[in-house]
């Protein structure tokens, strides 16, 4: 009874695609064995002598700890233990069986999440808008092949969409485009909806995203409410990733662009001359006759636009220029070294004194101009900076460097106005922060060249801690 039992196993589990060596590996017999039980079923199928009954009980070496496998993935679910793992758990239980026959086995048994219904959730007139970007790579016939980005934002009980072709996806970038949607639009939803870019979201706290300061300056200014979609749920914005599909398949495809500018135009007439007063598959109206009927709904635009320039600091360098996108812009003499504040915009730069009065403003460099210098109109001369004003900037940096100048000065007397001029040209590539850790360095090992200290920071900058790397 037991050969029969051992029989019928062999036989269904050859049914179902098992090898002759799995099978001996499984059942402890050889393969010539598991060869001669398969031909003598064979044999008796082609008699009509056949007579195998499916067995009441598996006889697997892994029948004894199925319960153990069901425990462990219960127990260790979040996050979900590995195969592998749980044969290593049943092996000490006193398992002999191989890996291959528990993977097998946790197919059947793990539980699979089932997949979440599409739900498209309809909004009330004016309550939300959503927004994102998506990427393709267009042949342009003048211009050879691009990579394109796209921004769409969408009103989404009208369906109402803007579109345009940007240059990035960088805040002061969405912040514009979301500026020329409002205006296209004309009016703010209530919400507005996005994913988890770092443009939007920091991060995500108790399960509440945390929106960036910026943007949450922005969605303020506009009377508007962010929202975000939660991780690992993309399809909670499938009302602006479905309209990406119609603009594969209704723009981009079957039609032909000289380069970005012509992509622009043709874009421009396609939204008003086609999307706009398509009839939409779901609401069966168009939408633009829709946005009628959601138009005073929308909160309007402000008196005036939200003033989406970038502020930094920038070091001007020893041409006297400050360095922005690859490009060199020119300062005013006397400012050598100088952290000076830079406001940018879509069409200008202005750099501001220490002090924050405006010095000079010049407009941006367009994409692929060969020279990289705007507005230098005058010979480039080394400005000479007083001692006196030397020492206190680069006091200024704190206590190590106060200690590094008296030090170079007191080992280099004759050329240690050169070594505190280097220093303070770091600035204009390197951190302060790193700069004082690599003086730290330079102290310890009593090094009182400021080209030591950069050869350092050509090497360390930007690491998390300084002080375990040597010279």
């Known amino acids: 009874m037991k050969d029969e039992s051992l029989e019928n196993n062999i036989v269904s589990l050859s049914s179902r695609g098992w090898s002759s060596r799995r099978l001996a590996r499984e059942f402890s017999i050889s393969r010539g064995r598991i060869r001669r039980l398969l031909y003598r079923h064979a044999a008796e199928r082609a008699n009509g002598t056949e007579n195998i009954e499916k067995p009441a009980a598996a006889t697997s070496k892994l029948d004894l700890y199925k319960a153990d496998i069901t425990e462990l993935l219960e127990k260790y679910k979040n996050p979900p233990i590995t195969n592998q793992r749980i044969f290593e758990l049943i092996k000490e239980r006193g398992y002999r069986g191989g890996l291959t026959i528990v993977r097998d086995y946790i197919v059947t048994v793990r539980a699979k999440k089932a997949p979440e219904?599409?739900?498209?959730?309809e909004t009330a007139p004016g309550e939300r808008g959503s927004h994102d970007w998506s990427d393709y790579f267009i042949n342009f016939t003048l211009a050879g092949e691009a990579k394109a980005t796209f921004l769409s934002f969408i009103l989404n009980y009208s369906r109402h969409q803007y579109i345009e072709l940007v240059e990035d996806k960088?805040?002061?970038?969405l912040l514009r485009g979301l500026m020329n949607a409002f205006s296209y639009l004309e009016g703010v939803p209530r919400e507005i909806k996005s994913d988890n870019q770092k443009a939007c979201v920091d991060r995500w706290e108790l399960g509440r995203p945390v929106f960036n300061r910026t943007y949450l300056g922005f969605c303020t200014h506009y009377r508007t409410v962010p929202i975000a979609i939660h991780?690992?749920?993309?399809?909670?914005?499938l009302k602006i990733e479905r309209p990406f599909y119609y603009l594969e398949k209704s723009f981009l495809n079957g039609r032909e662009f000289r380069d970005p500018e012509d992509l622009k135009r043709q874009l421009a007439l396609w939204l008003t001359q086609i999307n706009d007063v398509r009839i939409h598959r779901t609401t069966e109206r168009?939408?633009?006759e829709m946005h009628v009927e959601e138009l005073p709904f929308l909160h309007p635009l402000p008196p005036s636009p939200y003033d989406a320039s970038t502020?930094?600091?920038r070091v001007v360098n020893n041409e006297s220029c400050i360095q922005w996108?690859?490009?060199?812009?020119?300062?005013p003499r006397g400012y050598l070294y100088e952290s000076c504040p830079v406001r940018v915009d879509e069409k200008q730069i202005t750099v501001y004194s220490?002090?924050?009065?405006?010095?000079v403003s010049h407009p941006l460099?367009?994409?692929?101009?060969?020279d990289r210098y705007i507005g230098r109109t005058f010979r480039v001369v080394q400005p000479r900076i007083d001692t006196a004003e030397l020492s206190a900037r680069l006091e200024a940096f704190g206590v190590p460097m106060q200690q590094y100048i008296g030090e170079v000065k007191r080992y280099n007397p004759g050329s240690y106005l050169h070594h505190w001029k280097h220093l303070l040209s770091l600035k204009v590539n390197y951190r302060v922060e790193d700069i004082i850790a690599a003086v730290r360095r330079a102290l310890k090992y009593r090094v009182y060249q400021a080209q030591a200290v950069e050869n350092f920071l050509k090497i360390n900058a930007g690491l998390p801690d300084l002080t375990h790397k040597t010279f």
Do not use: F, I, M
């Open 231 to 237: 991780p690992g749920k993309p399809r909670e914005n």
């Open 286 to 288: 168009t939408p633009l």
């Open 117 to 121: 219904p599409v739900v498209c959730v």
């Open 311 to 313: 502020v930094e600091y």
């Open 365 to 370: 460099a367009e994409k692929g101009r060969k």
């Open 170 to 173: 960088s805040q002061p970038t």
């Open 354 to 359: 220490p002090l924050c009065h405006p010095l």
């Open 325 to 331: 996108d690859g490009y060199y812009y020119a300062v």
